[in-house]
């Protein structure tokens, strides 16, 4: 069910002011403010607009939701498209004025060559687990033309853990999340938070180099990965 859709939908469309809520693992449900998706670039964070600014060439918006990222990139003349799996978000982003949406899951994305791979707002997270971070960043090596960069920004959820981190089975940034809307749930699913330092290695051993570009007051921090060659 694309609940996510269905409220930036809704929200566009029947100016309806729902509330939507995501559960984890780690404490009380929080709101989640649907207008985010539709901020300007006035009211984007630095690190967000420092991430479009490095953006380049032929740019892919991964996890593009109701496109106000994209639109800023084809407003400055960039050629880049808009990638979501939600069939309402793309909705919204064709309505909005994005001329190139896609429906579909990075994963199943082949044939096509990029000078940027853009992920924001947490997107890189769509990986899931470690795992699905080393699965991702070889598939990112198939759609990157050469000299092409990987943007992304994600933050270290260390602070959760006051006492130290605990010994788990997996990795301490996997988190279980769903969304709920107008009394609808969203099936559970993993969401990936990395920090910095275990990313850097992971990427190296995947053969990227990782350059931190900013760090903010909130320790999210917004990266470049390109291929080492």
């Not at 933050?155 to 006492?163: M, N, R, T």
């Not at 992971?202 to 080492?228: C, F, I, N, P």
Request: net charge negative; glycine share 8%; proline share 3%.
């Amino acid at each position: 069910m694309d609940v996510l859709g269905r409220a930036i939908a809704e929200y566009y469309f029947n100016n309806a002011h729902y509330k939507l809520w995501v559960h984890d693992n780690h404490g009380p449900r929080v709101e989640m403010q649907v207008p985010v998706y539709f901020r300007s670039p006035e009211a984007m964070p630095e690190l967000e607009m420092l991430a479009l600014q490095e953006c380049r060439g032929k740019v892919l918006d991964i996890g593009a939701g109701a496109g106000s990222h994209a639109l800023y990139l084809q407003e400055k003349g960039l050629d880049v498209t808009a990638l979501d799996i939600s069939e309402g978000a793309a909705e919204v982003a064709r309505a909005r004025g994005v001329q190139q949406v896609t429906v579909a899951d990075i994963f199943t994305v082949k044939g096509k060559k990029f000078d940027t791979l853009l992920l924001l707002m947490n997107g890189i997270g769509l990986v899931q687990t470690i795992e699905g971070l080393k699965t991702f960043l070889r598939h990112a090596k198939t759609l990157l033309k050469i000299g092409g960069q990987l943007l992304f920004d994600s933050s270290d959820l260390a602070y959760l853990y006051e006492g130290g981190i605990p010994e788990l089975p997996y990795y301490y940034g996997e988190v279980r999340c769903c969304y709920e809307y107008r009394r609808q749930k969203s099936e559970w699913f993993s969401w990936l938070y990395i920090d910095p330092e275990t990313m850097q290695a992971l990427a190296a051993k995947e053969g990227w180099h990782m350059e931190v570009l900013l760090t903010d007051e909130s320790d999210q921090y917004l990266a470049r990965l390109t291929v080492k060659r």
